[in-house]
């Protein structure tokens, strides 16, 4: 099953290369206008979303900056050493996490840094004063809840299966989410380009693989009831 799943990331990763850059922006676009349409991101308040790769990936930017446009809450991830909160480690060589951090105006979204091996630009952590140990923008740390989260992936399934990048970097913040709010979690939400939209047969999902509520392809919403 492992197996399977590298060589299905790898086969739509170069196809996810081969996309031009302009195909890519209209899609993205289409999506951003498309999004603000549905039920599921009208009536949520505080959102969860994530700053995409720089190239092969569905871009965000529209998507981040519209959400704060309409004042929602806005909280983008982190990565963070294990280490730096003294959070145990959830599965084995894990030493990082993401922390999802608010982001409050669109300047610091335009002028965040990239950090890390995919050059992902990302919020820095803020604290009340100098005496805090507790970041003052950490939504887990702070026990803060999302409405909606929107989540990247490698490939998706119209009945909500997520093919990640293979870290379990998601996996992990949605079952440390259910752990500080009694098992309650976000409504989640697979979002992505047409080329990542796999049949359902191509993935067979393990024990933690956590499933999508909706994928949201285009101007298309699957998952709907």
Not at 17 to 45: C, H, M, R, V
Not at 48 to 64: A, R
Not at 89 to 94: D, T, V
């Amino acid at each position: 099953m492992k197996q399977a799943k590298v060589d299905l990331r790898r086969t739509v990763k170069l196809i996810l290369k081969g996309i031009p850059q302009e195909n890519i922006k209209s899609q993205s676009d289409k999506l951003a206008k498309f999004i603000q349409t549905t039920t599921i991101l009208k009536n949520a308040k505080t959102v969860g979303l994530y700053m995409c790769m720089p190239h092969s990936e569905l871009q965000t930017d529209l998507l981040i900056i519209e959400c704060i446009k309409q004042n929602k809450k806005v909280y983008l991830p982190r990565i963070t050493p294990l280490t730096t909160f003294n959070e145990l480690p959830r599965y084995p060589s894990q030493k990082t996490c993401l922390h999802f951090l608010r982001v409050e105006n669109i300047s610091t979204v335009e002028t965040m840094a990239p950090r890390g091996r995919y050059s992902i630009r990302e919020p820095e952590f803020e604290y009340a004063d100098l005496m805090s140990n507790v970041p003052s923008n950490d939504l887990l740390l702070n026990r803060g809840k999302l409405d909606v989260l929107l989540v990247p992936g490698v490939a998706f399934t119209k009945t909500g299966g997520r093919l990640g990048h293979g870290v379990g970097f998601y996996d992990d913040f949605i079952k440390r989410y259910r752990e500080v709010h009694q098992g309650e979690q976000p409504i989640l939400v697979g979002i992505g380009l047409e080329e990542q939209l796999i049949e359902n047969n191509m993935l067979v999902l393990e024990d933690h693989d956590e499933k999508l509520d909706y994928v949201i392809i285009g101007d298309r919403v699957y998952g709907e009831n």
